[in-house]
Each structure stands twice: as structure tokens, then as C-alpha cells.
């Protein structure tokens, strides 16, 4: 197994959170195996019945549907894996019918709300230094700065977390208002960044007693350690700046994205274009946003119109 959990880090590039989830899956997998059967998991053994029962028990653990999914994507892609390496011929994953995924809309903020949210840092600063008035305690803009640069860069590029996390500076074209992006497996992808964007950005780094180096990250968790932010940190600081804005806290970075792409479409931007710039693989990925507009198209027809 750890052949493939280095294959999954070094050859494709996957975030820490599916190497996390897929040992999970197969360590549960291969406990299970060997309580039912008393005996250890024999990769190259196993039947399509064992993933039967093995789905089966899980039904009986009233998982959710996206919860065995995730499960059995990383048997499959391990089986995938096995078969590459010529380790087994065929997959015994392959033909279990899975629970079909519910439909779920992706949510998003308002255009209002997303503004809102992108001026909270700088509101919070203004905050915090007012109540430090007439102390001797100065607060630091550049956390501040740079939190607002983040969310101005995740809304403006409909960036991932990893991807912004693992941003160089070098990666960033100003002029051209372009981003040369590292997505998942190693694809690289190309995204026009906005005027908002590349001057938060510019404002942040002209407060770093030195700004990045060409081949540095462009937001660092620590300025003296020049190292870079992440995912928690980022997730953390944004729970603070939906609060202040009275906004759901749990709303994840991800949720930045689900907007970007959503106020695209809304606007009109076609979808083979969003697409490219979310970086999917797949237009079916992507289309799920075209049902966020036009569930609301409706909702405002039924609420509007006088015969609806």
C-alpha cells in the first residue's frame, strides 16, 4: 500500500486531504476484511462479493451516500494503481453498484455578501486599532493585509485552497492580469486575475519588509520564516471575517469558489470558459452551477410573476 500512497504524492500530486481519506478507506477496508475472515487483506485475492458485503456494511453503518462513495473511489483508484503495476489483472471493484449521490446545489454568497466579506479584514484592522488607541500597543496591518489579499485572489481566480497556498510569486503575471495556476495532478492551468486582486496583493507586499522572491510563496503564514500559509490558517482567519460579517462561519474557502463560478455564470460567462478556469476535467462538474442560476431564475419567476 505505501507504494501507492507515495505514487498518489510524488506522480499525482494529490492534495494531503485525499492521501489522508484514501488510507483511511483502505485501512477500514482491510480491518474490516480481516474481522470478517479472519485473516489479513490479500489484495490480489479478493472476489467482487467481498466488496459486496464490505458495501453492505457500511449501508448498515447509515453512512451517507458521498461518504461510501469516497470509500470505494479509493479502492477503485487503488485498483487502478495495482493494475498499472501488473500486480493483478483485473479489478474486483469494478461493476458494484453504488448508492446513486444525492443532488446537492453548491452554496454560495450574494455579490453583496462576497463584498462584504472581502472588506472585513481591513474593517476588523480599522477595529482593532481604534481599541488600541491611546495604548502603546500598535497592530500589525500586515496580517490583515495580507488576509484580504487572499480573499480578493480567491474570489477573483475561483482558486482552491491548496492552489493558493502553493502560489509563487513568479506565477503571477501583473501585466497581463494572468495567474499560471498548479491545480490537481500536476495540471497546470491559465487564469486572468482582476485589477482588485493584483493591487491587494501589490499593497500587501509593499508592507513585508521584503516582498517574495520570484521562486517564494505569495502569502506567507510567517513573515520572519518566510513560510508559507495554510490550509487551517486560511480556513481559521476566514471563520473570524464571516462572523464579523455576521455570515455562516462554517462556510469553507471552497465556498469562495462555488461563488466565483456562480456569479460568472450569472453574468453570463459561458460555461466551457468557467470550466477551464475552475479547472475541471470534466463539463459535468462544472454544469452543476448552471443549476444554482437557474433554481433561482425560477424562484424569482414564482415570486414575481403574476400568474406563476
Known amino acids: 500500500m505505501e507504494l501507492f500512497f507515495r505514487f498518489l504524492s510524488d506522480e499525482k500530486d494529490a492534495s ?3 492521501q489522508r481519506n484514501y488510507r483511511q478507506a483502505l485501512d477500514e477496508f482491510a480491518k474490516w476484511h480481516r474481522a470478517a475472515n479472519e485473516s489479513p487483506v490479500r489484495w490480489g485475492e479478493l472476489e467482487r462479493n467481498d466488496f ?14 458521498a461518504a461510501i462513495r469516497l470509500r470505494f473511489s479509493a479502492l477503485n483508484s487503488f485498483y487502478k494503481f495495482l493494475m498499472r503495476r501488473g500486480l493483478v489483472e483485473s479489478s474486483p471493484v469494478k461493476g458494484v453498484t453504488l448508492p446513486k449521490p444525492a443532488r446537492r446545489l453548491p452554496q ?8 462584504a ?7 476588523e484592522f480599522e477595529a482593532e486599532r481604534a481599541a488600541k488607541k491611546g495604548t502603546k500597543k500598535k497592530v500589525d496591518a500586515v496580517p490583515y493585509l495580507r488576509d484580504q489579499a487572499i480573499l480578493e485572489t480567491i474570489y477573483s481566480c475561483g482558486l482552491r485552497i491548496g492552489e493558493i497556498c502553493r502560489m509563487l510569486a513568479g506565477e503571477i ?20 486575475i482582476g485589477r482588485a ?43 473570524n471575517y464571516l462572523s464579523a460579517c455576521g455570515l ?7 465556498k469562495l469558489r462555488h461563488s466565483y463560478a456562480t456569479h460568472l455564470l450569472d453574468a453570463g460567462a459561458d ?16 454544469q452543476v452551477y448552471t443549476h444554482v442560476t437557474t433554481e433561482r431564475i425560477k424562484r424569482a419567476y414564482d415570486e414575481a410573476h403574476p400568474r406563476a
Open 197 to 239: 486582486a493584483v493591487e491587494a496583493i501589490r499593497l500587501y507586499w509593499e508592507r513585508l519588509a521584503k516582498p517574495p522572491a520570484l521562486d517564494e510563496h505569495v502569502f506567507f503564514a510567517s513573515e520572519k520564516k518566510r513560510s508559507a500559509i495554510y490550509p487551517r490558517l486560511v480556513q481559521l482567519r476566514l471563520k
Open 271 to 286: 460555461l466551457r470558459s468557467v470550466q477551464e478556469m475552475l479547472g475541471h476535467a470534466n463539463l459535468t462538474t462544472t
Open 117 to 123: 466579506l472581502l472588506d472585513a479584514p481591513m474593517r
Open 173 to 192: 503575471e501583473p501585466d497581463e492580469h494572468v495567474v499560471n495556476v498548479h491545480g490537481k495532478g500536476k495540471k497546470e492551468r491559465q487564469v486572468p
Open 52 to 65: 459486496r458485503l464490505f458495501l453492505r456494511q457500511l449501508g448498515r453503518k447509515e453512512l451517507s451516500q
Open 248 to 254: 455562516d462561519p462554517s462556510l469553507t474557502p471552497h
Open 108 to 115: 454560495f454568497l450574494t455579490i453583496d455578501q462576497m463584498n
Open 16 to 18: 494531503l486531504y485525499t
